[in-house]
């Protein structure tokens, strides 16, 4: 099966259900599947073929997830790009996939003609909601025009599991983004393997506000039509009663979420809505704070919470059990299905149990590579402990207990040195939220003259409580050993994010 193979059987099954909600629009998987099939022929028609790359600017609307179906229908590979794209990144995501073809909206036309005049791949732009700008040197389409040609399509030359499906761009930490490069083979294998420890079900309703050019919010999709459930999209969390309303009428009964998602629900002082028929909530992107779990368990009374960690690069790590929420605090868990991992040292020896060292992972969902970037490649990939094979290098800190459980301690980058001691800053965000009408929480490193390093600490509390500098760095000093202390404590009314939701340490710098 390749990955388009979801939605296509979904359709053969059961293509009258209702697959997709957005606002009025609900379609079912039968509509997608026809949808997809004639945008896979209008590509065709333009020159699309196996293995070219097919961007598609992320807005949540029906049209996006049509356009990641018909990309994999045409044997190409999709690359779903933020709505929030600046000029320059775009152009240069355009210039460096080599990409022939951009989908997007009519909002979002003026910046992806001004873009694509500096990509000369580029060879079709289809934009829906309104008419398409002029494309020098290539064609211009409207989607519902390209949508109702009838004429022949070129044969298309099928793909096999080993050619690419996806490439997502990450920003690495020189700015310069990357490619992610994801076969259908690693995206069948990780729909299946969180698919099945999640035991998501036909009748499921999925609430998807998360961006679909980030990986979570775009899985939410692939894995409702790999089981045949319902996926209600909404654009973001930025009104969150306007979502929780989306929730109780659509009976939504998966509530995947991040960080900030759960961090705006703790701030609201009622729950005006119903949300008892919500059986799963996930949470990804950064670990949730042990603090935020007992408030989360009554939000959604009857709900299971599954906490997940991983990295674009294989999709999904680790995943605690909803069980071991309170046995194990601070975990992230044990690895996912079909997938190993262990901690090793600088010199590649595996690490026991609560020594800390760099995650490496092992399993089916290990990318293929950085997209023209073997230096970067091999950096992540190296060989495994099968001649031929390559095992992931995460960059991350982390240990594991006696049980098999990990904890992430910090990014190998991340790491504070403060008094020539190194300090986590994930142990002293652990603190932070611990102190009562702690919102939000990021711990960086800023030069100093005697330290090397001071830690320094931005926090976001309820204004209601008046706490001070002073009160963070007493309740800091009580929990933590002195050189973990921060010296700098700044209070904010909100953090920068990434277009993913987590807290963004360079814009802090």
Aim: aromatic share 6%; proline share 6%; hydrophobic share 45%.
């Amino acid at each position: 099966m390749l990955l388009q193979g979801f939605l296509e059987e979904s359709a053969r099954r059961s293509g009258d259900k209702v697959a997709l909600v957005q606002g009025s629009n609900r379609l079912t998987f039968a509509e997608i599947d026809q949808r997809a099939e004639q945008l896979a022929r209008a590509l065709a028609r333009r020159g699309v073929r196996r293995g070219d790359r097919v961007a598609i600017l992320g807005e949540a609307r029906v049209e996006t997830v049509i356009a990641v179906w018909a990309a994999l229908k045409a044997s190409a590979v999709f690359m779903v790009v933020s709505r929030d794209v600046k000029e320059d990144k775009l152009a240069y995501i355009l210039r460096d996939s080599g990409a022939r073809a951009l989908i997007t909206s009519a909002r979002l036309a003026p910046l992806c003609a001004a873009a694509s005049a500096k990509a000369t791949d580029l060879a079709v732009m289809i934009t829906h909601g309104g008419d398409p700008p002029r494309l020098p040197g290539g064609f211009s389409d409207r989607w519902d025009e390209a949508l109702a040609r009838d004429d022949e399509a070129p044969a298309r030359v099928p793909c096999i599991d080993q050619d690419l499906a996806s490439i997502i761009y990450t920003s690495g930490s020189t700015g310069e983004p990357k490619g992610v490069m994801l076969t259908h083979a690693n995206m069948l294998a990780a729909a299946a393997s969180i698919t099945s420890y999640l035991g998501l079900r036909d009748d499921d309703v999925i609430l998807d506000a998360l961006p679909l050019a980030f990986d979570y919010g775009l899985y939410q999709v692939l894995m409702a039509a790999r089981v045949g459930a319902t996926v209600v999209l909404e654009e973001g969390f930025a009104f969150p009663s306007a979502v929780l309303e989306s929730v109780e009428r659509e009976g939504v009964t998966v509530f995947p979420g991040v960080p900030t998602m759960f961090a705006i629900l703790l701030q609201m002082k009622e729950m005006a809505h119903d949300l008892g028929r919500v059986r799963l909530v996930t949470n990804t992107a950064a670990a949730l704070p042990p603090s935020h779990l007992d408030a989360l368990r009554r939000i959604f009374p009857a709900a299971e919470l599954f906490s997940m960690y991983g990295l674009t690069e294989c999709k999904r790590c680790t995943y605690l059990p909803p069980a071991d929420l309170a046995r194990k605090p601070g975990s992230v868990g044990l690895a996912i299905p079909n997938t190993e991992l262990w901690i090793e040292d600088p010199t590649g020896k595996h690490l026991g149990p609560g020594e800390v060292g760099e995650l490496v992972i092992r399993g089916a969902t290990v990318m293929r590579g950085y997209w023209r970037k073997p230096e970067a490649t091999a950096v992540r990939l190296r060989p495994g402990p099968i001649p031929g094979e390559s095992v992931l290098h995460t960059g991350d800190l982390c240990r594991l207990d006696d049980e098999g459980y990990l904890y992430f301690v910090a990014r190998m980058d991340d790491v504070i040195k403060s008094r020539g001691e190194k300090v986590a800053p994930r142990e002293v965000e652990d603190v932070l939220y611990a102190l009562p009408g702690v919102r939000e929480a990021a711990v960086i490193g800023v030069p100093d003259p005697i330290l090397g390093e001071a830690v320094k600490a931005f926090v976001v509390v309820d204004p209601a409580l008046g706490y001070g500098e002073g009160d963070v760095i007493a309740h800091c000093r009580a929990r933590l050993e002195p050189f973990m202390v921060p010296k700098h404590v700044e209070l904010c009314e909100a953090l920068p994010k990434t277009d993913t939701g987590k807290i963004k340490k360079s814009g802090l710098r």
